[in-house]
C-alpha cells in the first residue's frame, strides 16, 4: 500500500508549480507544511522536483549539487 494517495500526490505537485506564492514559499510548504507534505518525499525531493518542473529557470537543488558548490568555492547553500 502507497505511504500517499494520489490526492495528496496532485496538491503537493499543483501547489508547487502552479499557486500564485514566492516559489521560495511553496517548496517551504511541500517540505514542511503538514498540509502539502508527503511522506517519505523529503527536502531533497521537493527541491528537486521543483527545479525539474518550473518554468522560471530555477536550477535543480539537491545534495550532489550543493556539495559540488561548496567545492568549487561557494560555501554552504
Given at each position: 500500500m502507497s505511504a500517499n494517495t494520489l490526492?495528496?500526490?496532485?496538491k503537493l505537485i499543483i501547489h508547487l508549480i502552479y499557486d500564485e506564492n514566492d516559489y521560495i514559499r511553496r517548496i517551504y510548504d511541500c517540505c514542511k507544511n503538514p498540509e502539502y507534505k508527503l511522506k517519505h518525499f523529503g527536502d531533497a525531493c521537493c527541491t528537486e522536483l521543483y527545479g525539474i518542473l518550473n518554468n522560471d529557470n530555477i536550477p535543480i537543488?539537491?545534495?550532489?549539487?550543493?556539495?559540488?558548490?561548496?567545492?568549487?568555492?561557494?560555501?554552504?547553500?
Open positions: 490526492n495528496s500526490v496532485k537543488r539537491n545534495g550532489r549539487i550543493e556539495k559540488s558548490l561548496e567545492w568549487i568555492g561557494f560555501g554552504r547553500v
